[in-house]
């Protein structure tokens, strides 16, 4: 909401300049969000007095001033009448900059006519007081020289509030007033409110049929006005805050609003049928053409004010088309009303029509201004529109609502806020707030609250208020103390920041994507179908109303993404949330691991190394890793049962932990990259985090003796048909049990053309062979050895080299 | 003392001060032959070793030691100093090619924000905890104290499903959930994923983070909520950075607050950040509503509490002077890597 500096001192004595008011206001909860000086006058004008006046030698208009402020004198060229020596005038230094309509102009010393000028005088025009330009703007001649001339011309401070939510009795001059004579400690007044009494009755004038939703209504009828412009202090407020003038009765009612913050409605009491309003609920299929032309269809929800016949307007929204003052009103029935704010917030909301009326409808008015607002409007129409006052206002009032009583105990203030706030500081604060204070003692009063203040019920509301008037700044910082309250083993978030700085440690970027989707983003991941995914009532858009059932589709458009830019070399991660609505194949939310690599293994290097290309083994090394890293033992890793739609066939391997699957690594499915532009081929692994994390540690870590006694090596080299793997060597190997054996190590395996001919590979593995309590001899060695290559030889269809 | 000590450190001090005043490799090169080249002056002062009485030739040999390895030092400072180690020297590498290493990773600087803030409060006693991200209206608006009508409840800002649920529109609803569950007191912070209906636009998306900070225990106060956002303050942005507590409004909370940060960007002076404020507003706290209290069985006469919260795109974009709050759901790797 709008204020202006000018408005608001009509009723609070503002002693202080605009930041300081600004600053307080802001501290006190009603935040300033924007100030603006409405002054016209440009920085750099000040009084000056005419000393001379000579005619211009070359002009027969211009006149040759000697110009004083006080403290120099300055030769200026007039063209100006009543540039007379001896005159006050406003004068533009070198320098002013003036805001006009074609841009800025500077004034600068200049010559006119071959006459040296060093400023220039101002009209009223010029300087945007008055249209005023027949001549210079004359001053009083007891004006001290040299002051700028907003000392004498301050012009007005436009302040933009944010009121919350809770304080709809800031939205009206009077209501900031309140908090201001409170801040300020300046007194608060209203002006005289007086209005002509009557005792002629006018029977039916108004008539409410719903009092839940309308709990007071006043109307009143002024006769024989006269509609035409608003006196100028009328328009000057309402510009002062941005309102159009219009005319004066719709003025008044724009005034009395922003004055006190009850809305107001003129009906042209001519063009109501029967010449009355009801207050009721619209009929199914009626309609209203809104006072801005938007025609509604209203159903029996909606509250109307209707004539006797159809709705003439919106109850606390908007009037209708028909219903308003024109030129030619000459009888107006004045409504001043209450109105059950949810039911406006939710007709305002509905019909997306919001107007200041509705805005303060729906945050809640004062129950006892309608009585006061409606004799303001009816004190200010007969001063400015003339007219006289028809009938004594028809009233129909429900139950008032109960003032809240709150008892406030001094202590639970002092314990909430953390301040030593005094009981006399509270009582006074309480009451500069016009909270009614009794049955004080030393522990507590009782506090009722006005209905301007339904915000108040509770001890903790009256905290608040004290603590922003007295000021937060004066609490203290008292460093933390008490039990530390959870063992740390319930913290949520370490192990998934332990996960997060394994892999980064590996090299890879952390990304993070939306969790709304389209569903070909989130059915790019094989596992799932439409079915399984939990869909958005209300998206943003139709294509992007599904929350991802996983990390992959997403990834992929990344990966795309930094492909299209030129970004080759991709190690990429992101742990988050996955999302699936069929709890045969995830719980609804379980978080998800997600790692991509693509490009050079190592493009950092400046060797042949940089050149080389990630294969599956530097995905499966990542895994590896993070399993070591996890002391996760209990896993096992095997090709998919059926091809996954993710991975390329032959080209991955399901990860199983503890039993369960829990993920897949390998290659991408080369179908799923066809859009791409550039880029190598990417690999991928998928690890359902819940399981890594439950696997993890599962082995408890205990020290072993090292071995004192040196190991010996010996190496074995063959070549093997190509169905071979190195995982049937091995176990092969293991299975043998040969004497002291320890372990092995593939060192080398390789094709060339010749055997790839034959189907075969070369394979070249070290074998370690330790004992814990002796030295061990070459003879035994070798002798385990030989028993081993013959078994080989045999048993696995190799041939030894 | 015999000649050929005197010798040794004449020579070793001699070579010192021709080594720190060589101006090339080729003039070391030249004093590493007179003195320990094959014809040099050691060789021919070893060679002399034999005419040293027995009982001196302990010290000798010691000095002689000494020596030679003065004018080594010598002669590899100078190479050092003149640059390149010895180019000449057949095991010359290339010092100024780039290490072997991995590639480093990056921490998404959300996460890198969320970890701070999990940090810092950690050090404060607040344990981490994670909330349901598919929340119910109960958890997310009605046990928060929030009315029935609060346009913060329309579809038109929060996200709806079906059956009713919604995405979380904060990480409010955590606290409700560790209260529902715990006995008092707790003292929780929940780092995680939030929902509004918002266009995607540079300062907003379809989903940020925040991180939720919730305390409960007797005599709680708004001097217990000013230290720890204190505290919070100094940890993330130093000891110089000021906050400010401004009167607020929420539904669950009271009193409620706002609190700003001075500008970390120009310090309080005011700047185009601050909108000339010299403040920054950083999030909402407050003291925890008793209605709130009630609604999850705890005596408001007995436990009070505090609660916190703030975006974390917002944090990380005043960290790193982030103009675009899109670059952060962009993920190029571009930009990643600068965090």
């Known amino acids: ?801 | 003392m015999n000649e050929i000590i005197e010798a040794v450190n004449r020579a070793a001090a001699d070579a010192e001060s021709k080594a720190a005043a060589a101006v090339d490799t080729a003039a070391l090169e030249a004093l590493r032959i007179e003195y320990l080249g094959r014809n040099g002056l050691f060789p021919e002062l070893s060679r002399k070793m034999g005419s040293v009485p027995p009982e001196q030739r302990k010290d000798t040999g010691c000095a002689f030691n000494t020596g030679r390895n003065r004018i080594q030092q010598a002669l590899d400072a100078a190479a050092a100093r003149l640059g390149t180690g010895s180019k000449t020297a057949e095991n010359a590498i290339d010092l100024t090619l780039p290490g072997r290493r991995n590639k480093a990773g990056h921490r998404h600087p959300i996460t890198q924000l969320a970890d701070e803030c999990v940090s810092v409060f950690r050090r404060m006693g607040f344990v981490a905890v994670d909330g349901p991200e598919i929340e119910d209206i109960y958890h997310n608006f009605d046990a928060l104290n929030t009315p029935d009508d609060h346009p913060s409840r329309d579809p038109k800002d929060t996200f709806y499903f079906p059956d009713g649920r919604i995405l979380r529109s904060q990480t409010s609803p955590v606290q409700i959930r560790v209260m529902e569950t715990h006995e008092p007191p707790v003292r929780i912070v929940a780092p995680g994923r939030v929902f509004r209906r918002d266009t995607p636009d540079a300062t907003h998306g379809m989903n940020f983070h925040q991180i939720e900070g919730l305390s409960i225990d007797k005599n709680l106060s708004m001097a217990d909520l000013k230290s720890v956002l204190q505290t919070f303050a100094w940890e993330m942005f130093g000891k110089d950075v000021k906050i400010r507590l401004r009167p607020h409004f929420f539904p669950f909370t009271e009193p409620s607050v706002e609190y700003d940060f001075s500008c970390v960007v120009c310090g309080g002076k005011g700047c185009n950040v601050c909108k000339n404020s010299g403040y920054i507003e950083i999030a909402g706290a407050g003291m925890v509503d008793p209605n709130v209290l009630k609604n999850v069985g705890y005596d408001p006469e007995i436990w009070s509490g505090y609660a916190f919260g703030l975006g974390l795109e917002r944090l990380a974009m005043l960290r790193y002077r982030i103009p675009d709050l899109r670059f952060l759901y962009d993920n190029d790797v571009r930009f990643l890597e600068q965090f």
């Open chain 1, 1 to 801: 909401m709008d204020i202006s500096r000018k408005w608001l001192s009509d009723y609070v004595t503002l002693n202080c300049d605009d930041a300081y008011l600004c600053d307080k206001l802001t501290m006190a909860g009603i935040e300033v969000e924007k100030v603006e000086n409405t002054s016209t006058i440009p920085a750099g004008v000040v009084t000056a007095k005419i000393l001379s006046r000579e005619p211009h030698p070359g002009s027969d208009h211009l006149s040759v001033c000697k110009v004083t402020d006080g403290s120099e004198e300055l030769q200026i060229v007039c063209g100006a009448p009543n540039c007379d020596a001896g005159k006050i005038v406003p004068l533009a230094k070198i320098g002013t900059v003036f805001q006009t309509a074609e841009g800025e102009f500077k004034i600068k010393k200049s010559k006119l006519r071959g006459v040296e000028s060093f400023g220039m005088m101002c009209s009223e025009s010029e300087l945007g007081i008055s249209d005023n330009h027949d001549g210079l703007m004359i001053l009083p001649e007891d004006t001290v020289l040299g002051k700028p001339l907003t000392d004498f011309f301050p012009g007005d401070t436009r302040i933009e509030l944010e009121i919350t939510p809770n304080r709809p009795d800031c939205l009206s001059m009077w209501g900031v007033a309140r908090d201001v004579s409170c801040l300020l400690s300046t007194p608060a007044q209203l002006p005289e409110i007086t209005a002509p009494e009557c005792s002629s009755k006018i029977a039916d004038l108004v008539t409410v049929e719903d009092q839940e939703l309308c709990p007071r209504y006043i109307g009143q009828v002024i006769k024989n006005v006269k509609i035409g412009p608003s006196p100028a202090w009328i328009q000057e407020r309402l510009e002062s805050v941005g309102l159009r003038p219009i005319n004066n009765v719709v003025d008044v009612t724009n005034f009395v609003m922003l004055e006190l913050g009850q809305p107001l409605h003129a009906f042209d009491r001519n063009r109501l049928a029967g010449n009355r309003v009801v207050v009721r609920r619209a009929k199914a299929g009626e309609k209203i053409t809104l006072l801005d032309g938007k025609v509604i269809e209203l159903a029996e929800k909606h509250l109307v004010i209707a004539d006797a016949e159809k709705p003439m307007a919106l109850a606390g929204v908007m009037g209708g088309e028909f219903s308003g003052v024109n030129d030619d009103t000459t009888e107006i029935l004045l409504e001043s009303a209450v109105f059950k704010s949810s039911h406006i917030r939710s007709t305002s909301r509905e019909l997306g029509v919001s107007t200041d009326a509705s805005y303060r409808y729906e945050r809640g008015v004062d129950f006892d201004m309608a009585e006061l607002a409606a004799k303001r409007a009816c004190q200010l129409i007969l001063a400015t529109a003339g007219g006289e006052l028809a009938c004594a206002p028809m009233e129909i009032t429900g139950t008032r609502p109960a003032e809240p009583v709150i008892q406030c105990r001094f202590e639970k203030i002092r314990t909430l806020i953390g301040t030593a706030v005094t009981n006399e500081r509270i009582v006074d604060i309480l009451q500069k707030l016009h909270l009614k204070v009794e049955n004080i003692t030393a522990a507590d009063c009782t506090v009722t609250a006005p209905l301007f203040r339904l915000d108040l019920t509770r001890e903790a509301d009256l905290a608040e208020e004290v603590a922003r008037i007295d000021g937060l700044d004066k609490i203290p910082a008292i460093p933390v103390t008490g039990k530390i309250c959870h063992p740390d083993s319930e913290d949520a978030y370490a192990p998934l920041r332990m996960l997060r700085d394994e892999i980064i440690g590996m090299g890879f970027d952390e990304c993070v994507h939306y969790s709304i989707v389209s569903s070909a983003s989130a059915l790019a991941d094989s596992r799932f179908e439409k079915s399984d995914l939990i869909e958005l009532s209300n998206p943003l858009s139709p294509d992007n109303g599904w929350m991802r059932p996983g990390l992959l589709g997403e990834m992929l458009g990344t990966v795309g993404r930094n492909f299209a830019r030129g970004n080759r070399n991709l190690r990429l991660f992101e742990l988050d949330k996955a999302f699936c609505k069929n709890p045969a194949k995830f719980p609804e939310e379980r978080n998800e691991l997600l790692i991509v690599m693509t490009g050079c293994r190592h493009p950092e290097l400046f060797s042949a190394d940089g050149e080389a290309k990630c294969d599956f083994y530097d995905i499966k090394g990542v895994v590896e890793t993070l399993l070591e890293k996890f002391a996760i033992r209990n896993f096992r890793m095997t090709a998919p049962a059926t091809p996954d739609g993710r991975c390329r066939e032959g080209h991955a391997l399901t990860l199983y932990l503890e039993g369960k699957e829990a993920g897949i690594f390998g290659e991408l499915n080369p179908k799923l990259s066809t859009s791409w532009r550039g880029g190598s081929a990417v690999f991928f692994a998928q690890i359902d985090v819940t399981a890594l994390l439950n696997a993890a540690g599962r082995v408890e870590k205990s020290c072993k003796p090292l071995a004192q006694f040196p190991a010996t090596s010996r190496d074995i080299a063959f070549t093997a048909p190509d169905s071979l793997t190195h995982g049937e060597v091995i176990d092969f190997i293991r299975k043998c049990k040969a004497p002291n054996f320890e372990s092995v190590r593939l060192f080398d395996i390789f094709v060339d053309d010749t055997l790839k001919k034959a189907h075969q590979k070369s394979m070249a593995y070290s074998l370690t062979f330790r004992n814990r309590e002796r030295t061990l001899t070459d003879t035994e060695v070798n002798a385990a050895m030989d028993k081993l290559r013959s078994r080989l030889a045999s048993e696995l269809k190799i041939e030894l080299r």
